[in-house]
């Protein structure tokens, strides 16, 4: 079966068949956005396929998510590090 780089497949981690992307780190291999989000390689991935802005947040305090993430996106923008 021929794929696309964006298409309605089955994914190749749960196989429900939906919109899927080739994963950025494995190419030949489709993924629907659920799986792309709670991968454990999302934190090393240069560029997720689904939702690059999105990263694995530790949801306790809804507030403290929202700093970390103007943190995260003020250090990204600027490079200071720090
Ligand atoms: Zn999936």
Redesign the pocket.
């Known amino acids: 079966m021929e794929r696309k780089n964006l298409g309605w497949y089955k ?6 068949t ?1 919109v ?1 992307a080739e994963c950025s780190l494995r190419p030949g291999f489709y ?2 956005p ?2 792309c989000l709670a991968c454990r390689l999302r934190r090393e991935c240069e560029k997720p396929v689904w939702m690059p802005g999105a990263k694995p947040w530790k949801a306790k305090d809804k507030s403290i998510e929202e700093e970390e993430k103007q943190v995260f996106i003020r250090r990204r923008l600027y490079r200071t590090g720090r």
């Open positions: 994914c190749d981690i749960c196989g429900r939906t899927v993924v629907c659920y799986c």
